[in-house]
């Protein structure tokens, strides 16, 4: 099964998925706001875009949905009692209380951690961090959970890091924010850690990964100090919506895509990129001119929030919302990238519920690479084959809402509902009790 070295673990979309819009400086949960959203499409969509790639022999990862609501949240400010009681008691005090822990960010695995790989380690050990996921209430409430969680998924021989410290200005916000460069997989590579601006004066912005922070996760997943750079992300990307790095970049073993204006230095670039050059072999950098493609229609497009994956058989596949269809400009682009020897498939996958929310396909995955000798650390229970690819598809099409308007959120049923899924989500997986319900 494991020709790759590489595996894709995806959030799977859980049953409470809405539109918040509780995402500072995205502008697709901005713009969707409250709107009516499919719990149902949204994890079927995902659900197939994890099939294309089993389809094309890559082990398929997965990734629990949060238990949601929060209650352990809720209880935390104070508010008691039945479920009913508890949703509006919250919403009286602020609506927004009852978005937040009914919020299903955690679907963006991007965000869930930092993994590096054992080869570029000082004691050549696999280290992954859990993120602090800081700057916004709805996320601060994941790391606790999502470090339980890969403690089922990963055994003794892999280092989880727990999170940050959740303090101001050392916001962690993952993978999505993290580059690493290598020749192939699974041979030693460097890392750039992007960071945010560390004065970001816009009132629709929000620093989410600082410099300090991404030092720290450097230094947790003791990678090697001469195996890390670090970038600024330039002010106008974010100002334009790019919150994450991995809206205006993408890299994939030796190749790596990026805007010309997604970094704030051009020089610094520039000295990291011919460090690159004589560091690794083969690497080519592929820059997107603002006379081909530019910023704004980058960052609306999603054309880099995209999966750029090494195949079994040689060569990479491209993995694209099929949003980007829309865009002249960006199909013309990756026509001439197609040409490209490395880039031997370029694919198109519908995921426009986590478009709508603020996430492409990258969005949804975190990658993991192990080596031959490390594989057996993966516990086989959160990998997907065909029969729990059925399982998860008769239980989304029989037990998700196909509607889901801001207002269900105060819906008791729907908590009932959703502990319902996760609870048969946990018999599929074999976790056993994970969530803080099956313990009551």
């Not at 993408?250 to 610094?268: D, K, L, V």
Request: hydrophobic share 40%; with cysteine; proline share 4%.
């Amino acid at each position: 099964m494991f020709t790759n070295a590489e595996i894709n673990f995806d959030g799977l979309i859980g049953p409470s998925h809405n539109y918040g819009g509780l995402s500072l400086g995205n502008n697709a949960s901005q713009d969707n706001s409250k709107q009516v959203s499919s719990p149902k499409d949204a994890a079927l969509q995902g659900l197939k875009k994890m099939k294309l790639l089993m389809k094309e022999s890559i082990p398929q990862g997965i990734f629990l949905p949060h238990e949601r609501p929060h209650l352990k949240g809720f209880n935390k400010l104070g508010f008691t009692g039945n479920i009913e009681k508890v949703l509006n008691d919250a919403y009286a005090v602020n609506p927004n209380l009852v978005s937040c822990f009914y919020s299903a960010s955690s679907m963006w695995a991007a965000n869930a951690a930092t993994f590096s790989p054992s080869m570029d380690n000082i004691d050549n050990a696999i280290h992954i961090t859990v993120a602090n996921l800081n700057s916004m209430m709805h996320r601060s409430i994941e790391p606790k959970f999502t470090y339980k969680m890969l403690k089922r998924i990963l055994n003794k021989k892999v280092n989880i890091n727990k999170s940050l410290l959740n303090l101001p200005n050392i916001g962690d916000e993952g993978a999505a924010n993290h580059i690493r460069i290598a020749e192939r997989h699974n041979v030693p590579g460097y890392q750039i850690f992007v960071y945010s601006s560390e004065n970001i004066s816009h009132a629709k912005t929000i620093e989410r990964q600082s410099l300090i922070g991404s030092k720290l996760i450097a230094r947790k997943n003791c990678v090697e100090d001469q195996r890390v750079f670090y970038l600024q992300q330039s002010n106008k990307a974010i100002r334009y919506g790019s919150f994450h790095n991995d809206i205006v970049s993408t890299a994939n073993e030796n190749i790596f895509i990026y805007h010309e204006e997604a970094f704030e230095s051009t020089q610094e670039l520039k000295v990291i990129l011919a460090k690159l050059k004589k560091l690794v072999p083969n690497f080519k950098p592929i820059k997107i001119l603002n006379s081909e493609i530019d910023l704004q229609t980058i960052v609306s497009s999603y054309l880099l929030n995209s999966q750029l994956i090494s195949l079994p058989s040689g060569g990479m596949m491209f993995l694209l919302p099929s949003e980007v269809k829309q865009y002249p400009n960006c199909m013309q682009w990756l026509e001439k990238i197609s040409a490209e020897e490395e880039i031997k498939k370029i694919k198109f996958i519908d995921v426009k519920q986590s478009m709508r929310n603020g996430g492409g396909p990258a969005c949804l995955r975190l990658r993991m690479i192990f080596n031959e000798n490390e594989i057996s650390s993966v516990n086989k229970n959160f990998l997907l084959d065909d029969n729990k690819i059925d399982l998860l598809t008769n239980l989304i099409e029989n037990k998700y809402r196909d509607r889901l308007q801001p207002d269900d959120l105060l819906d008791p049923n729907l908590a009932d509902e959703s502990l319902e899924i996760l609870d048969a989500l946990t018999k599929i997986f074999k976790t056993g009790s994970i969530y803080n319900f099956q313990k009551i």
